[in-house]
């Protein structure tokens, strides 16, 4: 079912090696326990098989020991250094690279003080790591927290739009690149949307996911209506600023438990076309538990998604949160967050708690049964 290597473990490199590229500038910061170094060097922009990043960072991994000795430590699997990982956020294919961010403390294997890790590859099986890409900012939207998100290519700018978080409050906010994805630009009037529609009672308000049709933008916030079940609310607009809300994509029915259940909110929404049909992602969040992702595959009509069948997208009980990209080949591309199976004193005392999943390369395929498997992961021809 997963066919192929995502990641190898990346060798230390030595601050001594690091030190000796040409023409290149030192960023050191404390990660955690974890002190990282990056070097950002100007040949490396010309090696060849690196795709095409303006600024490339090489990155020491100062690990600690007992993290190189831990069994279950993956190795090909992607996970940072050390610390916490959870949802993938703000995949894309830019120029060559693969990006894949993700939800990240660096404050040790626990969640909280939520960022973005931000890690590269031109093969999807080597990854280089790179600086964080977002930090909560003091006094601001985000202050709380940098929750999930998206990326999209706005006239060619690199564009993030993510979950602010400042106290109980969650609404999206946008930050660009002028660097080809290295560093980000919060956008000063942060938040792009104050909060849920005035006349809808909702649960939840976050995960906004971005898609272009046309000359507009169109965005999916995940939520809830109580006592009528999860929903992806759907909102326009002409420059990834201003937004005008329009009405629930689809909202799923909480009581109902055939084919599946997905519960009364949902999580991590995303819409994109496979095939001849569309398909809805959503992730199933019930009194503050995640459960498991579903997809519906169906029609998208007028705006208005119109579900044809639904499934569990993988009942293997440690995979949620999944996101997608679609590639230069036009590939459709999806990963997921697997998380931990061990207590919580275990991830303490090994010091990283949660893993990333394999790609997997998404088909539609014929299917006649009640609840049928059309997401199909398939080898990635060539990789």
């Not at 326990?33 to 990043?53: I, K, M």
């Not at 031109?122 to 790591?129: F, G, K, R, S, Y």
């Not at 009037?189 to 898609?211: C, E, K, M, T």
Request: proline share 10%; hydrophobic share 35%.
């Amino acid at each position: 079912m997963l066919p192929f290597l995502l990641s190898k473990t990346m060798l230390p490199i030595s601050c001594k090696e690091m030190s000796r590229v040409s023409r290149s500038r030192r960023i050191t910061q404390l990660d955690g326990d974890n002190l990282l170094c990056y070097t950002l060097s100007r040949e490396s922009e010309q090696q060849p098989n690196q795709g095409s990043l303006e600024k490339k960072a090489l990155m020491e991994q100062i690990v600690p020991e007992h993290l190189g000795r831990d069994p279950h430590r993956p190795r090909y699997h992607f996970l940072p250094p050390a610390n916490w990982l959870n949802d993938p956020n703000g995949l894309i294919h830019w120029k060559g690279q693969y990006h894949l961010f993700y939800q990240y403390n660096p404050n040790g294997p626990f969640w909280g003080t939520i960022h973005w890790g931000h890690a590269a590859s031109t093969d999807l099986v080597h990854w280089m790591h790179l600086p964080i890409a977002l930090a909560p900012t003091p006094e601001s939207a985000d202050e709380d927290g940098c929750w999930s998100g998206c990326a999209v290519d706005n006239q060619g700018i690199p564009t993030l739009i993510y979950t602010g978080k400042r106290g109980e409050e969650e609404f999206p906010c946008l930050a660009t690149s002028p660097d080809d994805l290295l560093t980000w630009q919060k956008y000063a009037a942060n938040p792009l949307i104050p909060g849920p529609p005035s006349d809808l009672q909702v649960v939840g308000f976050r995960d906004p996911s971005v898609w272009q049709e046309g000359d507009k933008w169109y965005q999916l916030i995940r939520s809830g209506i109580p006592e009528v079940g999860g929903t992806a609310l759907l909102y326009t607009s002409p420059d990834l600023i201003h937004w005008e809300y329009m009405h629930p994509l689809y909202t799923g029915d909480k009581n109902r438990t055939d084919p599946v259940w997905t519960g009364s909110m949902w999580e991590c929404p995303q819409l994109f076309p496979l095939g001849e049909k569309h398909v809805l992602l959503v992730s199933v969040w019930e009194h503050g538990r995640p459960y498991y992702a579903v997809y519906f595959v169906g029609s998208y009509v007028n705006h208005r998604f119109l579900p044809e069948t639904q499934c569990i997208v993988d009942g293997g009980g440690h995979f949620y949160a999944p996101q997608t990209l679609r590639d230069d080949q036009r590939r459709r591309l999806m990963w997921g967050w697997l998380w931990e199976g061990r207590s919580i004193a275990h991830q303490q005392a090994a010091g990283w708690a949660g893993v990333m999943s394999l790609p997997r390369l998404l088909r539609l395929s014929n299917f006649q049964a009640k609840c049928p498997p059309p997401l199909s992961p398939h080898p990635i021809p060539g990789e």
